[in-house]
């Protein structure tokens, strides 16, 4: 899957999204989302984590500019943002007749139309293979468990190798191995050269995996950075009115105590 890296990072600036009259975003800019790297959006529930993803996924309308490769993404047709863009929505339908395989392979040929049988097989096979759910190809949709559900829908997106991979809460049913699993992949793909942003509410794993993690809150960019500058008592107190410490465990991975609320 090194094919198809990101020509250059995505640049998000002055963007105003919002729902009817209600403004969620106002002429926000967000750091550089550098390709490479995983950059994770986090803040607390209705901070506009999910409306940000949709909107540089173009599921939303949104004004300003998302700078990609030289272009506005907001200026694309959604035929050619989609083929660059992946997303992965927070939930995926529970009754769906399709095998986890076949619905791998809708995905891909719904951008990929020339694609020869055998080519579209390997392929899904492949990224049913990278997610570790090669065992439950034949498994109709309706009848997987939540989290293998949250897997299968991370293989449709995987499958197209889109230049920017987008994924909302991709861990939130998933167990801690599979949690850790996931993370992976997606590093993997980041070191592959393209751009992956992905929301997480879980902050112990956002401090482990992110290279670049943004704080969203009331609308607008709280902090960004590392999580070894941005992840602190005092913005766990300012954005999520908690009162905890942030630890360092002796392999290097970042830990939370919450003492409280703040
Ligand atoms: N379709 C919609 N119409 C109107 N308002 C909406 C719509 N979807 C979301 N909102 C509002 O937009 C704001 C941001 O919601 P969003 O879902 O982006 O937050 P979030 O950070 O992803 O939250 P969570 O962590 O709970 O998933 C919230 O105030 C929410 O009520």
Do not use: C
Not at 86 to 109: C, E, H, K, W, Y
Request: proline fraction near 4%.
């Amino acid at each position: 899957m090194t094919d198809n890296p990101a020509k250059g990072p995505l640049d998000v600036q002055g963007l105003t999204v919002r729902y009817g009259r209600t403004v969620i975003f106002n002429d926000v800019d967000l750091p550089t989302i550098q390709p490479g790297e995983v950059s994770v959006f986090a803040g607390p529930n209705g901070a506009g984590k999910s409306t940000l993803l949709r909107a540089l996924a173009g599921m939303i309308r949104a004004s300003g500019e998302i700078l990609y490769d030289g272009r506005n993404l907001l200026d694309l047709t959604a035929r050619r943002r989609a083929e660059l863009v992946g997303f992965m929505p927070q939930s995926i339908a529970a009754t769906n007749g399709l095998t986890v395989l076949d619905s791998v392979l809708a995905s891909l040929r719904l951008f990929s139309p020339g694609i020869s049988a055998q080519r579209s097989q390997d392929a899904a096979l492949s990224a049913l293979e990278r997610i570790g759910i090669l065992h439950l190809a034949m498994r109709p949709l309706g009848q997987l468990s939540g989290g293998q559900r949250q897997l299968a829908s991370l293989a449709q997106s995987l499958v197209r190798k889109p230049q920017i991979l987008l994924l909302d809460e991709p861990t939130s049913a998933l167990d801690l191995r599979h949690q850790v699993e996931v993370m992976s992949v997606m590093k993997s793909v980041a070191r592959e050269g393209r751009i992956v942003i992905v929301v997480l509410h879980d902050l112990s794993l956002a401090a482990n995996w992110a290279d670049q993690l943004i704080f969203l809150h009331d609308g607008r960019v709280a902090d960004a950075g590392t999580p070894a500058d941005v992840l602190t008592s005092d913005l766990l107190r300012s954005v999520y009115r908690v009162s905890a410490r942030v630890g360092r465990a002796a392999g290097g991975g970042a830990y939370l105590a919450v003492d409280g609320l703040a």
